[in-house]
């Protein structure tokens, strides 16, 4: 399983949680993860993301539903596919985005405390909203056997009539432990930085929270976390359940 995204085979669930670009409003689910920067040959996974924002300011409550399948390449690159859908408050359930993620591992296959990779991602989007290229630099650090941090570093750019022309920037950070029975559990931590005009933490997106995961058998694992907001443009709560597979 990924840990949110994509946990390498050992730290799946909590962090393997691509979400890709994801830059979140008040009242956007994050359905994203801090992905892991390694690949390992003849990987294939499904997951499905449930993400709901409780109702605040008399306001709905908001939903998003998102629907993964990742794949490697070869023992060096991986490709992930996912579609995101979106209940917002006064409105019906619609197709938000489409996107593609292609990583490459970096460091060697030998790497034991630091490993490394890149990913390219693209997104096509519904209705009003852009379409977005990003770049993101994965990085994992196995700090003993059964604890692991995990930073990124995301750059994206957003094209179409109702874009920006400026590069947005974002961070995400995790540490997690193993316990046992073969559960995790992690903070997660999203950040958001601005952009290439206006490059400030002053009115960004700020998340942090627990996640814990467990297996299901027969390849089966699932995740369940929040995060808490920590600035004005994040939701107080942001409330995460996942269910993945790995074959």
């Not at 985005?97 to 292609?102: A, K, L, S």
């Not at 400030?200 to 467990?214: A, E, K, M, N, W």
């Amino acid at each position: 399983m990924r840990f949110l995204q994509g946990t390498g085979k050992p730290f799946a669930p909590a962090l393997a949680a691509m979400g890709a670009l994801c830059a979140q409003t008040a009242t956007a689910q994050n359905t994203s993860s801090i992905s892991s920067p390694t690949v390992t040959a003849g990987d294939r996974s499904v997951e499905y993301r449930f993400g709901w924002v409780p109702g605040e300011d008399g306001l709905d409550d908001s939903f998003a539903h998102r629907f993964d399948y990742g794949f490697s390449l070869n023992s060096r690159s991986s490709l992930k596919l996912n579609a995101r859908f979106e209940e917002k408050p006064g409105s019906d359930l619609r197709f938000d985005n489409f996107n593609v993620e292609y990583l490459m591992e970096l460091t060697p296959e030998t790497a034991k405390v630091w490993q490394s990779g890149i990913r390219f991602d693209a997104r096509i989007s519904n209705g009003p909203d852009s379409e977005r290229i990003g770049i993101d630099w994965l990085n994992r650090w196995r700090l003993t056997d059964r604890v692991q941090a995990r930073g990124m570093l995301i750059a994206t750019r957003s094209f179409g009539g109702n874009a920006d022309d400026a590069i947005a920037f974002e961070a995400r950070s995790s540490l997690s432990v193993k316990l046992n029975g073969d559960y995790d559990l992690a903070v997660l931590g999203f950040f958001d930085f601005g952009t290439s005009d206006n490059f400030t933490l002053d009115d960004q997106t700020r998340q942090v929270g627990p996640t814990i995961s467990g297996p299901l058998g027969n390849g089966w694992s699932w995740t369940a976390g929040n995060l808490f907001g920590l600035s004005d443009d994040a939701p107080d709560n942001d409330v995460r359940l996942w269910i993945s597979r790995d074959f």
